[in-house]
Structure formats: structure tokens, C-alpha cells
């Protein structure tokens, strides 16, 4: 099953007030970049974000899911309804993502 434009828009809505929130389609999936670092991605309309330090003590509930076969864990959001929680978890992640890599 591929993620819906539709729930796109809602993440994408619930993230508003922050900027340089971008996105890449990608095999009928969404990559999500804030301000230029990939974050996570929708996946199967479901939102998953890197498992970095910071993402995992900041939520409450910790679950693990394969955003597809053969791809490493990532941390599941459930609280995808509340627009503070989910624009805190982008914010407390931003400086333990890694850079974006250099084009040649």
C-alpha cells in the first residue's frame, strides 16, 4: 500500500509553523527534509522519523517499525495529531541529524 498525497497534506499541515519543511516523492513514498536534513519519511501512511537519541527520549512511547523489506528500524509517531509534539520532535532531532552529503 503506498502513502496518499492526502496524508502528506496533513503532516505537512500539522508542520506549518516551522520552516524549510520539504519533501521528495520516492517509489510512491515521501522522504521528509527539515531545513535540508532528511528526517524521516511517510511510509504506508505512516510517519516514521530517524531513531536518533534525541527522537527517542523525547517521545513517550518508543516503537520500531521497517518503513519497508530490507530497510533498517525507524521510530514510529503516533501522536501525528498534536501539531506541538510533532513540531518539537523535528526541532529537539535537527542537530543530531547528520548533514546532507556534498553534490559532486
Known amino acids: 500500500m503506498a502513502s496518499t498525497k492526502e496524508y502528506l497534506d496533513y503532516i ?11 519533501y521528495r516523492a520516492m517509489m510512491k513514498e ?10 524521516g519519511g511517510i511510509y ?4 516514521l ?6 527522537a527517542i527520549r523525547y517521545m ?7 518503513p519497508y523489506d530490507g530497510a533498517k528500524e525507524m521510530l514510529l509517531v503516533d501522536e501525528v495529531d498534536n ?5 518539537g520532535l523535528f ?3 535537527y542537530d543530531e541529524l547528520p548533514n546532507p552529503k556534498k553534490k559532486k
Open 83 to 87: 501539531q506541538e509534539f510533532l513540531e
Open 49 to 54: 522519523v530517524k531513531p536518533v537519541e534525541t
Open 60 to 66: 513517550s512511547k518508543v516503537r520500531y517499525e521497517l
Open 44 to 47: 504506508d501512511d505512516r510517519l
Open 12 to 22: 505537512l499541515g500539522q508542520l506549518s509553523n516551522l520552516e524549510e519543511i520539504t
Open 30 to 39: 515521501y522522504i521528509l527534509y527539515y531545513r535540508g536534513k532528511i528526517v
Open 91 to 93: 526541532q529537539v532531532m
